[in-house]
Nanobody, 123 residues
Framework: QVQLVESGGGLVQAGGSLRLSCAAS????????MGWYRQAPGKKRELVAA???????NYVDSMKGRFTISRDNAENTMYLQMNSLKPEDTAVYYC?????????????????WGQGTQVTVSS
């Protein structure tokens, strides 16, 4: 049906930058809201930022001014530009998308997750 694939994670020093990508593929009719979440070891998964199909975005307070979420609707891709990274940003980052997809002769809607990409920030 639909797959989400994240990329762009890696190891970076504190103060550095990374750009994550999330590419959606499959029998997609439209992608509604999308979001980035993260999960650090021993902690619950938490929202980082979200963006609507129209481009309106919102961020968790601790990420405001450092992270920028964006999307390319034509390419079914979402991005997260992360600047001024801190060791506490270390986590697995997941993308999430609310997708309307083709199911036989009709459309259906489902919430999808990617497999995650590791971001490690060293001090």
């Amino acid at each position: 049906q639909v797959q989400l694939v994240e990329s762009g994670g890696g190891l970076v020093q504190a103060g550095g930058s990374l750009r994550l990508s999330c590419a959606a593929s499959g029998s997609i009719f439209s992608i509604n809201a999308m979001g980035w979440y993260r999960q650090a070891p021993g902690k619950k998964r938490e929202l980082v930022a979200a963006i609507t199909s129209g481009g309106s975005s919102n961020y968790v307070d601790s990420m405001k001014g450092r992270f920028t979420i964006s999307r390319d609707n034509a390419e079914n891709t979402m991005y997260l530009q992360m600047n001024s990274l801190k060791p506490e940003d270390t986590a697995v980052y997941y993308c999430n998308a609310d997708v309307t997809y083709y199911s036989g002769s009709k459309a259906d809607r489902h919430d999808y997750w990617g497999q995650g990409t590791q971001v490690t920030v060293s001090s």
